[in-house]
């Protein structure tokens, strides 16, 4: 067979794009992704343990093609630096509390409407199920890929140096309350005096009573040693709040599928398991809180929801997040208007 100059130089184009596609082939089975992800707690905190863990495996089961590392205690910078970094692509991953990254997906502190919740149970039901897919919807919108499991940053609860079992214990109490526009709102509808202050200066506000109280998980109540300077905590569980475990689009998109699908399982199976490690050490701090010397109680959740729903919260919060969220809202957990 007699071989023309075309056919020659198709031969041999062809072997050349052979060859680069084997080069690229390569070049993808050889790649290594070194990746961050920053938390805001500390190293003793489930959500920084179990992070680790989960990067330990990713790393093991991808053979060290995905390598990715924790920053624990806000070292790479504060919650909102950190959230403009993953939306920028300088870090590819974040965990995040859902009220401040409200602050750019307002829908996400739609899990935090007050006393919405009443356990732990009806929680996961609703975030594993619509109402969590309802908010990740919106996540999305933002350049940021967020994954199926949240993360547990437990139920709020009040200390004083009075007891608080109703809602009109509150009245005209100064509470420090963090710069969240939903939790605000709570306690000016339980006609409270809510009083926003830097957490690093809390401490010092509580002991020198430039407010009476203030409200956290347990897990800060401890860490920051409030029993030193309250002596009440109501556990009113008036807001439960997650971390989302956050990445940019684009550098969890730049990862093969199979490695996509790695990363995925190992930090949704790392945050189920968190979950219970937090609802555990709720229950071991409760008991550490009152070795410390805190009184606890436990007020009726009915009472502070009339009246929220008389001072007019939930019209004010439904208006503000749409017919369409509430009524995901109050699929999952019952009427609230």
């Not at 547990?152 to 009075?162: E, Y």
């Not at 401490?203 to 002596?231: C, H, M, W």
């Not at 971390?243 to 490695?259: G, M, R, T, V």
């Not at 968190?274 to 009152?290: F, G, H, N, P, V």
Request: net charge positive.
């Amino acid at each position: 067979m007699k071989m023309t100059r075309r056919t020659a130089l198709k031969a041999t184009a062809s072997a050349v794009g052979l060859l680069a596609a084997g080069a690229n082939v390569v070049r993808a089975q050889t790649t290594v992704f070194n990746y961050k992800v920053a938390t805001n707690v500390p190293v003793t905190h489930p959500i920084y343990v179990r992070l680790n863990e989960a990067t330990e495996k990713i790393k093991a089961e991808t053979n060290g093609k995905v390598d990715i590392r924790v920053f624990p205690n806000g070292q790479l910078g504060s919650d909102t630096d950190l959230l403009s970094q993953v939306r920028s692509g300088s870090l590819e991953f974040l965990t995040l509390p859902g009220v401040v990254l409200a602050n750019l997906v307002p829908m996400a502190s739609l899990n935090s409407v007050g006393f919405a919740f009443r356990d732990y149970p009806s929680v996961w039901k609703a975030m594993d199920g619509d109402l969590g897919q309802y908010i990740r919807n919106h996540i999305e919108k933002t350049n940021l890929h967020v994954f199926d499991k949240v993360w547990d940053n437990g139920f709020r609860h009040i200390t004083s140096n009075k007891p608080i079992g109703a809602p009109e214990d509150l009245v005209s109490m100064k509470i420090r309350v963090p710069v969240s526009p939903l939790l605000l709102s709570i306690f000016k509808s339980l006609k409270a005096a809510p009083t926003p202050i830097n957490f690093n200066e809390l401490y010092s506000a509580l002991q020198t009573r430039i407010v009476d109280g203030q409200e956290n998980p347990f897990p800060i109540i401890d860490t920051a040693k409030l029993y030193e300077v309250q002596k009440y905590c109501a556990m009113t569980s008036h807001a439960w709040d997650g971390y989302w475990l956050l990445a940019n689009k684009k550098s969890f998109a730049a990862l093969p599928l199979p490695l996509q699908e790695i990363v995925s399982r190992n930090f949704n199976a790392a945050g189920v398991s968190q979950r219970t490690d937090s609802e555990k050490l709720a229950a071991d701090l409760q008991q550490k809180l009152a070795s410390k010397g805190l009184t606890f109680s436990k007020p009726s959740t009915d009472r502070f929801r009339q009246a929220l729903q008389q001072g007019g919260f939930y019209k004010e919060w439904k208006t503000k997040f749409g017919e369409e969220a509430w009524a995901h809202l109050e699929s999952a957990v019952g009427k609230l208007t």
